[in-house]
């Protein structure tokens, strides 16, 4: 979709750059939440033991097609953790 992304500058917003550039708007994000027990790489990565609690998040970006755009996976430690949700009601018609 973007052939030729990487001879973009990167510095910039990614939002911007897909949309000017590539006509690709994020139109919706998906967000999973869940407890983990972090191991292996991520655990060595944040310097903990393995069986350390975290917070796993995976978060999928949907363009205006709702195919997927971007797809980021994190393991946040369970003493950096501090979140914040505010909602407000929409006037147009809920997407699933």
């Known amino acids: 979709r973007c052939p030729d992304l990487l001879d973009h500058a990167l510095d910039q917003s990614m939002t911007a750059l897909m949309a000017e550039k590539f006509g690709i708007i994020e139109h919706r994000a998906k ?3 869940r407890p983990a027990a972090l191991s292996g790489v991520p655990a060595k990565a944040l310097g903990v033991a393995e069986g350390t609690p975290s917070l796993y998040l995976s978060r999928t970006i949907l363009d205006q097609y709702n195919e997927v755009v971007e797809l980021d996976q994190e393991f946040w430690r369970h003493d950096a953790i501090d979140i ?4 407000a009601a929409s006037l147009n018609k809920r997407q699933e």
């Not at 914040?84 to 909602?87: D, E, I, T, Y």
């Open 84 to 87: 914040w949700v505010s909602a």
């Open 31 to 33: 967000i999973n939440m």
